[in-house]
């Protein structure tokens, strides 16, 4: 296994708080005998499952949707400290038991129960962040959750040590550097080891014990602690042998009847825990994040752990010891294995992100939330009712995509520069930064604002236009985010923004729908949308929440949007002229021309603010492409050079010169691999590019016409020698097929009759090499070459079989 | 059915062999040259390393372009059995973007076990489409979808192939698109906002060379030692065939089927006529099969039909190949039975028959497609007035009539004057 991560340090500062010592003490011991935890089964993974059940139940009963007026959910934003409490309440929700000891049967140890009871006069206040025993918790937070049956609670620490002990020395001290071992995750004191180590080492580092053992040794001097002294686990060892959880924090709420805060937990895993176990790929400190549930009490939660993406643990070498790693999703129905979305989206902003009102409607928020959740119980059912395809708000059934176990190639593999090289050149990728784009994005930027920041927001539209590749809607979308980062740092005001390609639309008129459900989050027909933002556009009156706020409308590929009597283009294009409507419209086309061939009520009302974006020009190029590879030392400078003098001249298409580059790296790939030789420079040269640039530009049509039969040969031939000798480029087949059979009996070729000779023409045609029309007119076909007759005469010169063909060309 | 024969065995294993693409292609992709290995890398890099590809395969028809593919993308699905999924859609059938999405979410559908609903929009299809991409990027699935007859879907607004190659532009999904067409300037026909989509892999499919089409001749043809063939049997079938490749006579054959059409499928479908007519009684192939296997390959419909004419039809189109030597380029039946009165005034031949059934005659030629009417206008007119052209050449009219059964010796000599 190939982990590219680098070994932790476990650079400990001396723990500034230990939180909950006391408090947690009263309530754990054992001794209380009263509030003993409830008996547990034996097995692990079932527990999970059966409060998952409970707690759904739970969510389907008091969906704030479902029950709207009897619940009250409150909005507060501020941090509010709860109230200790004095006589701690154990809970043991989790617990598979039903049964309810008679002697605790007093607290609500069964909140399931209890809940659902008391559904009706049930009062919740919502929170984004509560602080709890000091600690802060925020929605989103990972954290660890105690195991309230714990198996054996002898174990049972008497607190939770942050520092983990030396596995030599055993002991703590704070201010000595401990080193990790990738294997055993041990961690040890640089000075304990034999030979002690100055620093922490770069790349992996594993322990001597276990270098012994897998030098497949099996006796083995581990050292043994301190008699007296028991071997501490810290909470990651606890949680990686499953007697600990780790739950993100989904929602935040207390009841108002009893004031017991709750969290909403989605559980993560272990390896162990899936229906695969751990399989050879999977690093020590993964985690599965799942789509199971359940809600739990604040008590459970212990404190903060600390779970990222790969890329995140990669930096995260010092963070301490309470860092985990996640990447897959974990379906526990269907027991499948998906990556995170967003993790996998990168910094990239997906549509679900981009709520500009996660502050104010935190509530609402919520809401959808808990929607979300029902919705995917009830998604297996739903779907054997509707299709999958067929959509009423959302696709069910996706959930069931999802691969049974992850491919070990995927984790694995070490990229190579090349394959890296090709990684980032994918048009896919999205760079980090836009070179040569600045100045279109300054004057984007100052458009939009001027046009949202002014109070009166008087609508206005832009038309953007440049041939294809040349970075007008990245260039958009990245003026789009950078707005966003400033609308949430609040110096500009807040702001909606639909974005619609004209080509994704089944017809022009669905544009309306489209901008409907943007604004209002609605589905209806085009109709009925049109009325509505008419409404909303023309006379001011409100749709649904979405008030106020001007609306920038990105309408890519505009000119698909033409209809016959170009009412769309001019209901939208009149609205930002309306004194109310609060509206911007971004119009994206590659024609210079669009508001030109227009009607002139149409042209008047987009032509006024243009931007051109120009074809890139080779240094252009050249920079893109350096930028994305910065740092992959994969490419010749004049290989790069080439590529993007050869597309400047033909396109300046930045997405051209992206592929060839991409298509030259698969090409020195190829070349290398199957050479089989460990070159030294795996450098991608000028000759790949030149391949790569003859596969994209060069029709192949000589080399077919190099490669075709004798006759077909023959054939084009006696087309070109008809050509020279009427100056006619339209010939009938009845001509070409008499010059045949001339050319035939001259040369001694055997001539092989009308029929077949027709058959030919018509293959050839095929190919599109010559045009004809359809084989039943025979004789009467017209037929025409498709290339200038020049090209015939360069491909059938120096013909091997059929030297004397020169003489007709 | 009573127990197989030798013979009949051998011609079931040839048989079987001649419709096995992968059988037939299997050698011609050995080497490192190939399409299939160049193919091959790129899908399975994009399926490893997780991006996104479009590609098309160019060649004329019949040269294999989808056997390799399909030889290809078996390979990888044994490789990956999880993670690869094919969809399949042509140009002749799915080329109305609608229909071309309804199919493929029927087909995602079914390979994922999903319920397919028929009523679902475009909007909605599409839309499930690229949440389907995102999914199965996400779980690291590649989708390839195989769009054969690829000039059919660059018609019109070109919606399917743009929402393809705009979907596969997010680093979540990962799919390659692959076109198979015949038309050379297939990338040619894109819009230029889905040509700068596309990542113009192309590879060019050309007919295989003399020597690879021989090694074919021998893999395809001669039966292994050790497959319960009486032992005797394999060695004089696996004889006759190295005995036929050295004759000079059955080179010309092959010679003649290839100058015509050099491509592996129309050369398959030689073996299978010849192979088809092996007598079973010997059970071994001769030349006179690939003799017969030839002419019925390159077959000359006009000549037949010429050859097959009743006399008076034979008069007919003599006399309009008369008016056309007279530069009198269009006539219609009026014109034609004038000529024929004429050729019987002056000739005394004969064969003459009533204006009525030299109407049947005409059209019983125009039905067999010799003549037809000049153009598509006029169809108020009955078919008498309606001006006609002859569809067969003066040439291969000399040629029909004098291997006709019965042709009277004048019309030979009227047709030459």
């Known amino acids: 296994m190939a982990s590219s991560l680098s070994s932790k340090a476990k650079t400990f500062k001396s723990p500034t708080k230990t939180p909950t010592k006391m408090y947690r003490k009263s309530y754990l011991s054992p001794s209380s005998t009263s509030l003993t935890p409830p008996q547990t089964p ?58 309810i000891d008679p002697e605790v049967s007093f607290s609500p140890v069964s909140p399931i129960r209890s809940e659902t009871k008391k559904t009706k006069k049930k009062k919740r206040v919502y929170y984004n962040k509560v602080e709890f025993d000091e600690t802060e918790f925020e929605i989103g937070d990972d954290v660890y959750v105690k195991r309230t049956e714990d198996a054996n609670p002898d174990e049972e620490e008497e607190e939770d040590p942050e520092i983990e002990d030396c ?34 080492p770069e790349g992996d580092w594993i322990c001597q014990f276990c270098e012994v053992k897998k030098s497949g040794q099996t006796l083995v001097v581990v050292p043994k602690p301190p008699e007296g002294k028991k071997l501490a686990r810290t909470m990651k060892e606890k949680l990686l042998s499953s007697d600990l959880w780790a739950a993100r924090i989904e929602k935040l709420w207390k009841e108002v009847d009893d004031g017991v805060y709750w969290i909403r937990a989605r559980w993560y895993m272990i390896p162990e825990e899936t229906v695969l176990g751990r399989q050879r790929h999977n690093l020590k400190r993964e985690l599965y994040l799942t789509n199971d549930f359940a809600d739990i009490e604040m008590e459970c939660v212990l404190r903060h752990c600390f779970v990222k993406c790969p890329k995140e643990f990669s930096k995260a070498s010092n963070d301490g010891d309470d860092v985990f790693l996640c ?59 509707g299709g999958a395809n067929s959509r009423k708000g959302r696709f069910f059934g996706l959930e069931k995509v999802g691969m049974k176990r992850i491919p070990e190639h995927v984790r694995c593999h070490k990229q190579s520069e090349l394959e890296k090289a090709k990684a980032t050149l994918l048009l896919a990728t999205r760079p980090k930064s836009l070179p040569c784009r600045s100045k279109e994005m300054e004057e984007i930027t100052a458009f939009i604002k001027g046009s949202i920041s002014d109070d009166q927001c008087l609508g206005r539209c832009m038309y953007i236009h440049g041939v294809p590749g040349t970075g007008k809607t990245i260039s958009v979308l990245s003026v789009m985010k950078n707005l966003k980062a400033e609308v949430e740092a609040g110096s500009v005001s807040p702001y909606c923004f639909v974005e619609i390609n004209g080509l994704k639309l089944a017809s022009p008129e669905n544009i309306y729908s489209v901008i409907y459900e943007g604004l209002s989050g609605h589905r209806v027909g085009w109709k009925k949308a049109l009325q509505s933002l008419n409404e909303r556009f023309a006379e001011g009156k409100k749709i649904g929440k979405e008030n106020e706020k001007p609306c920038i409308l990105l309408i890519d590929e505009l000119d698909v949007l033409v209809t016959r009597n170009q009412s769309v283009l001019y209901n939208i294009l009149d609205w930002p002229t309306k004194p109310n409507s609060k509206l911007v419209v971004l119009g994206i086309a590659n024609t210079m021309d669009l508001p030109e061939k227009l009607l002139p009520r149409i042209s008047s009302r987009m032509g006024i603010q243009r931007l051109c974006f120009g074809p890139y020009n080779h240094r252009q190029l050249q920079e893109i492409i350096s930028t994305r590879l910065e740092g992959i030392n994969a490419f010749e400078k004049t290989a790069i050079e080439f590529a993007s003098r050869k597309v400047a001249a033909i396109s300046g298409d930045a997405r051209r010169a992206l592929e060839i580059c991409r298509r030259a790296a698969e090409v020195a790939d190829y070349r290398l ?26 029709a192949p049509h000589i080399q077919v016409m190099k490669s075709v039969s004798k006759l077909s040969r023959i054939f084009l031939t006696a087309m070109v020698h008809e050509l020279y000798k009427t100056g006619m480029a339209e010939t009938s087949f009845d001509r070409v097929a008499t010059t045949v059979s001339s050319i035939c009996l001259t040369n001694g070729e055997a001539f092989p009759g009308w029929d077949i000779l027709l058959k030919i023409g018509c293959d050839l045609g095929e190919c599109r090499i010559v045009l004809c029309e359809p084989g039943e007119k025979h004789r009467l076909q017209k037929l025409q070459l498709n290339f200038p007759s020049d090209d015939v005469a360069f491909a059938l010169k120096d013909n091997k079989d059929l030297p004397w063909l020169a003489n007709y060309l | 059915m009573g127990k197989e024969t030798p013979a009949e065995k051998s011609l079931n294993l040839i048989r079987g062999r001649l419709c096995d693409p992968s059988y037939v292609f299997r050698p011609l992709s050995a080497s490192s040259d190939s399409n299939y290995s160049k193919l091959k890398f790129i899908v399975s890099t994009s399926i490893t390393e997780g991006c996104n590809n479009s590609m098309l395969l160019l060649g004329p028809r019949g040269s294999g372009k989808a056997a390799v593919l399909d030889l290809g993308v078996g390979d990888l699905l044994e ?54 991409l995102r999914a199965c990027g996400l779980a690291h699935k590649t989708i390839i979808f195989v769009l054969d007859e690829f000039d059919m879907f660059a018609q019109g607004k ?57 090694g074919l001749f021998v893999h395809l043809l001669s039966l292994p030692a050790d497959s319960g063939f009486p032992s005797g049997y394999v060695s004089r079938f696996n004889d006759k065939i190295k005995n036929l490749t050295s004759d000079t006579r059955f080179k010309d054959i092959l010679k003649t089927l290839f100058n015509a059409n050099s491509t592996v499928n129309s050369f398959l479908k030689f073996i299978f ?81 009533a204006q009525n059934v030299c109407l049947r005659a005409f059209e019983h030629l125009r039905e067999r497609q010799v003549i037809c009417y000049a153009e598509n ?29 019965c042709c009277p010796a004048i019309l030979l000599k009227l047709l030459d004057h």
């Open chain 1, 42 to 99: 034996e097995t692990l993974t079932p527990l999970r499952r059966s409060s998952r059940h409970v707690s759904r139940k739970i969510n389907l009963g008091n969906d704030p949707i479902d029950l709207p007026g009897k619940e009250s959910v409150e909005e507060i934003n501020l941090i509010r400290k709860p109230r200790k409490r004095t006589n701690d309440i154990v809970v043991a929700e989790k617990s598979k038991k039903k049964k």
């Open chain 1, 327 to 385: 990447e897959y999703e974990y379906d526990v129905h269907w027991g499948s294995f998906k990556r995170v979305a967003e993790l996998a989206d990168g910094d990239e902003d997906s549509d679900q992100e981009w709520n500009g009102r996660k502050e104010e409607e935190i509530d609402y928020s919520d809401e959808e939330i808990e929607f979300d959740d029902e919705e995917s119980v009830r998604g297996v059912s739903k779907s054997k009712r």
């Open chain 2, 273 to 353: 006529c010849a192979v088809s007519l092996m007598n079973l009684e010997s059970g071994l192939l001769s030349l006179e099969n690939f003799k017969a296997a030839l002419s019925s390959m390159q077959r000359q419909p006009k000549l037949e039909a010429v050859r097959d004419c009743s006399v008076l039809e034979l008069y007919l189109l003599v006399c309009m190949r008369r008016l056309e030597v007279k530069e009198q380029s269009s006539y219609n039946f009026i014109s034609v039975m004038k000529e024929y009165k004429a050729i019987h005034d002056s000739f005394h031949t004969s064969d003459y028959y």
């Open chain 1, 167 to 200: 596995q030599i020395c055993f002991k703590s001290h704070t201010n000595t550097i401990m080193i990790e071992c990738d294997d055993c995750l041990g961690g040890f004191h640089l000075n304990c080891l034999k030979p002690p180590l100055k620093e922490v």
């Open chain 2, 158 to 214: 070109q919606r399917l192939l743009y929402s393809l190659l705009d979907a596969m532009q997010s680093v979540t999904s990962q799919a390659v698109v692959v076109g198979i067409s015949s038309r050379l300037d297939a990338d040619q026909l894109l819009e230029k906002r889905v040509r700068s989509r596309f990542s113009h892999r192309k590879f060019l499919f050309l007919p295989p060379s003399r020597e690879e089409l021989d």
């Open chain 1, 673 to 698: 691999k199957k050479s089989n030789i460990s070159a030294k420079s795996q450098l991608v040269i000028m000759a790949d590019v030149e391949v790569a640039i003859q596969e994209m530009f060069q």
């Open chain 2, 79 to 132: 490789q990956f059995p999880d993670s690869v999924s094919v969809i399949r859609l042509n140009g002749l059938l799915h080329s109305d973007d609608n229909c071309a999405f309804k199919e493929i979410a029927k087909q995602l559908c079914m390979e994922h076990h999903l319920l397919f609903s028929k009523m679902a929009s475009f909007d909605d299809n599409s839309q499930f489409i690229i949440a389907m």
């Open chain 2, 377 to 405: 206008r006029g169809q108020s007119q009955t078919g008498e007035y309606r001006l006609q052209k002859l569809l067969i050449s003066a040439s291969e009219l000399h040629q029909g009539m004098r291997s006709h059964a």
